[in-house]
């Protein structure tokens, strides 16, 4: 049998999907931030220091960096992704250059992996700001390669963390509509 | 920090990443041999589903999913290309309880059920051609690891 339903995978009415090369495109510009980021740890690792103050820690390129890339999460992941900033670029710029996306995607797991990314660059700037250059480069490394996994092979790891959640029972579905 | 283990750090992460990568796409869309233990009612999937005479390849979906319509659209043809051979796509935005019973991690997820309806092979991703094929051959000669008459 081969069911001539309508498509149920395309975005019902009502509801809104987010054009899956946004998020893509949004974690090019996050890798390279990271990159920087893991320079700046690198290059001066003693720019941060456990004797220093905490604003003097966080006034440091690395320190006001990634205040920069936490900050851009917290957006992804309580204004949700489909008001990204990073997507906002993505539909100003390159999306008009692009055919229109062939499908659309739940906007959903991509907000939760802003969330996990957080989670990462907030638990990185809570030890740059610590002077702790070490756990700091530990926590910006997990979120490159992330980042890159997400940018280079289109697979978003943090999606993937909230579909095993979701099956898990511990994160609800909540409403497509939402 | 000297430049060159500056370098040499990130170059490390990016071929570590790099690898991690390739390993899940290596990975995504082959196929993967089952028992044969397991036999899906039709009726379970919903109401006037019916099986293929000789094989079916149950699809599962979910909204949004960006693999899912192509999967669909190639799974439907491979379907029209062997007689006897039928499609079943079933969204499992609503049915959690068959991602669950079925440990279904991510759609598309294709079945390859023999004539009983038994699972014979499962493929996970967006399948790759001869996984079909390879996947439909063991479930039309059934050579899934024990069945039972």
């Known amino acids: ?3 001539n339903k309508p498509n149920p995978l395309a975005a019902k009415p009502g509801t809104k999907g987010v054009d899956p090369r946004g998020p893509r495109f949004g974690a090019t ?3 390279i931030t990271l990159t920087v980021e893991l320079i700046f740890l690198l290059a001066n690792p003693e720019a941060l220091s ?5 604003a003097q820690n966080f006034a440091t390129p690395a320190g006001i960096l990634l205040t920069y890339i936490t900050a851009i999460f917290a957006i992804g ?4 992704i489909a008001k990204h900033p990073y997507g906002a670029i993505f539909k100003a710029v390159v999306r008009p250059r692009l055919s229109a996306p062939t499908e659309l995607e739940d906007p959903k797991p991509p907000t939760f992996a802003q969330l996990i ?3 990462i660059s907030l638990a990185g700037l809570v030890f740059a700001v610590l002077g702790l250059t070490t756990g700091a480069i530990v926590a910006v490394a997990f979120a490159f390669v992330a980042a890159f996994l997400n940018s280079v092979f289109g697979y978003c790891l943090g999606c993937q963390i909230y579909v095993l959640l979701v099956r898990a029972g511990i994160v609800g579905r909540g409403s497509a509509s939402a | 920090m000297d430049l060159s283990l500056i ?3 990130i170059g490390g992460l990016i071929v570590v990443s790099t690898a991690l990568g390739l390993i899940i ?6 196929v993967k041999k089952q028992d044969g233990l397991t036999r899906i009612d039709p009726s379970a999937l919903g109401e006037g589903i019916e099986f293929g005479k000789i094989g079916t390849l149950l699809q599962f979906s979910s909204e949004f999913c960006t693999k899912c319509p192509g999967t669909r659209k190639y799974l439907e043809q491979v379907a029209k290309d062997h007689p006897g051979v039928s499609h079943v796509d079933v969204d499992l935005t609503n049915r959690q309880d068959l991602a669950q019973q079925f440990n279904i991690l991510q759609t598309p ?7 009983s309806g038994a699972i014979a092979a499962r493929i996970g991703g967006s399948p790759r051609p001869e996984a079909v094929t390879a996947g439909l051959e063991i479930a039309i000669k059934r050579e899934h690891d024990s069945y039972v008459i």
């Open chain 2, 25 to 30: 796409k290596a990975a995504e869309g082959r």
């Open chain 1, 117 to 119: 990314g957080f989670i």
């Open chain 2, 7 to 9: 370098l040499l750090l």
């Open chain 1, 77 to 80: 992941a309580f204004a949700g």
């Open chain 1, 50 to 54: 456990s004797s220093n103050s905490l």
């Open chain 2, 109 to 115: 997820t294709t079945f390859i059920l023999d004539d």
């Open chain 1, 1 to 3: 049998m081969s069911s």
């Open chain 1, 29 to 31: 510009i996050t890798l």
